[in-house]
C-alpha cells in the first residue's frame, strides 16, 4: 500500500485562520487560530496581514508537532479573483498578483492562495486553491437581466455545492459529470444553483443579488420600489447596501439572524415568525422549482445542505413542495476543509488535472 497524501488545507476568515491536515481524506490535525481587533489593527488592507497571519500557522505548526517537509501540497481557500471555470487551480504568479490586488475585493480568503503558495513553493510542492464563490459556468442566455447595464452574476458557495453534489453522485456510483443536480445551500446566505452535468450553469447572486432572502440578505426585491426608496432622500448609498446584504431578510423582520431562535418563537407561538420563516422556506422551494425549468426536468437529485438544512421544521416545509421534481438529498452543514482537501486530492491522484488560473 502507498503512503497516504499529506496536505496542508488553510482557510482564513475575517478573524481567524482555519488549518488542518489530512492524511488522504483523514483528518490527523484541525485548528482555528484566532487573532484580536488589536493584532489586525495596525495593517491597512488584507494583503497586509499576510506575514503576520503565514508566521502564525508556521508557529502553530511546530507547537502541534507537525512536519511540514512531509507534506505533499498546500491546498488554499480560493479568494476573489477574475470569474472562473470550476475545479482544482494551481496557485500561479498570475493568480497571487490579482489576490494581492484584490481584483474582485478585498476579503480575507484572498489570503489562502498567496499563503498555499509561499509555503508550498519553500517544501518544492504544489499548491492550489480549490472552487472559489467567483466560479462562473453560466450559459449566457442566463446572464441577461432585462436591463444592458446590469449583468446576472455568479457569485455563491460554489466549494461546498460542487462538494455536496460529488457526494450525491458517489453515493449513486456515478461521476458529478455525468448527472444533474439542483443545491440550495442555506447559509447566512441562499445560493440554489442547477449543474448539469458537472457545471453550475444557472444560480443566484447570494452575496448581494437575487434570489431567496436569507438569515441576512434581502434577495430579490421589488424592483420599483427599490428604485423608489433609493431615492427617497432617508438611506444612504451605504445604508441601502447594508439593507440588501447584512441588515435584510430574518434580521429586517425578526431581529435575529439565528434560526434557531426563530425556531423558538414559533414553538412559543409567534405567528409572524411562522410566517416569515415559511416565506424564506416557500422562496428557496421556488428557486429549486425555477432551476428545474432550467434543467427540463432532467433532475438527478436535489441537495439540501448549508447550517439551516439541520432545522427539520424548515426542511420539511421545502420538501414538501419540491419532492415531487426528484429525489432529495440532505448533507447538513458546511464542511469547506474537507472539500478543499479533496480537490487537492483529485489532482494528485490523477482524476483530475489542475487547471491554469490565466488573465485575458
Not at 431567496?212 to 444612504?236: H, I, N, Q, V, W
Request: proline share 3%; with cysteine.
Amino acid at each position: 500500500m502507498t503512503n497516504p497524501y499529506r496536505l496542508l488545507v488553510i482557510n482564513p476568515g475575517s478573524t481567524s485562520t482555519k488549518i488542518a491536515i489530512f492524511d488522504n481524506e483523514k483528518l490527523i490535525l484541525e485548528e482555528t487560530i484566532r487573532y484580536s481587533s488589536e493584532e489586525l489593527e495596525p495593517y491597512e488592507n488584507i494583503y497586509d496581514q499576510y506575514e503576520f497571519r503565514k508566521e502564525l500557522i508556521l508557529k502553530t505548526l511546530i507547537e502541534k508537532e507537525i512536519n511540514i517537509t512531509k507534506l505533499s501540497a498546500v491546498v488554499g481557500r480560493g479568494g476573489l479573483l477574475r470569474p472562473i471555470a470550476g475545479g482544482t487551480y494551481n496557485v500561479s504568479n498570475n493568480m497571487i498578483e490579482d489576490l494581492k490586488k484584490g481584483v474582485s475585493g478585498e476579503h480575507a480568503s484572498n489570503l489562502g492562495g498567496i499563503i498555499a503558495g509561499e509555503i508550498a513553493s519553500g517544501l518544492n510542492i504544489p499548491s492550489f486553491i480549490v472552487d472559489p464563490v467567483v466560479v462562473d459556468e453560466m450559459k449566457d442566455v442566463a446572464r441577461v437581466s432585462g436591463l444592458p447595464e446590469l449583468t446576472r452574476k455568479s457569485i455563491f458557495h460554489a466549494l461546498n455545492q460542487k462538494a455536496v453534489a460529488r457526494r450525491a453522485s458517489s453515493e449513486m456510483n456515478k461521476s458529478y459529470e455525468e448527472l444533474n443536480f439542483i443545491v440550495a445551500h442555506l447559509g447566512g446566505g441562499v445560493s440554489v444553483g442547477a449543474h448539469e452535468k458537472g457545471k453550475v450553469v444557472d444560480v443566484n447572486n447570494a452575496l448581494d443579488g437575487d434570489g431567496p432572502f436569507s438569515p441576512e440578505r434581502a434577495g430579490s426585491l421589488p424592483s420599483g420600489d427599490l428604485a423608489k426608496m433609493c431615492y427617497s432622500g432617508e438611506y444612504t448609498l451605504d445604508e441601502v447596501k447594508k439593507r440588501i446584504k447584512g441588515q435584510g431578510g430574518l434580521v429586517a423582520y425578526l431581529d435575529t439572524n439565528d434560526a434557531r431562535e426563530v425556531d423558538e418563537m414559533i414553538d412559543n407561538g409567534d405567528e409572524k415568525a411562522e410566517l416569515i420563516y415559511k416565506a424564506m422556506a416557500y422562496q428557496v422551494a421556488k428557486e429549486i422549482g425555477a432551476c428545474a425549468a432550467v434543467l427540463k426536468g432532467k433532475v438527478d437529485g436535489i441537495i439540501l445542505t448549508g447550517g439551516i438544512a439541520y432545522d427539520k421544521l424548515f426542511i420539511s416545509w421545502i420538501e414538501e413542495s419540491i419532492e415531487f421534481i426528484g429525489k432529495v438529498f440532505i448533507y447538513p452543514g458546511e464542511d469547506e476543509m474537507i472539500a478543499l482537501a479533496q480537490g487537492g486530492l483529485r489532482v494528485l491522484r490523477g482524476e483530475e488535472e489542475a487547471k491554469e488560473y490565466k488573465v485575458l
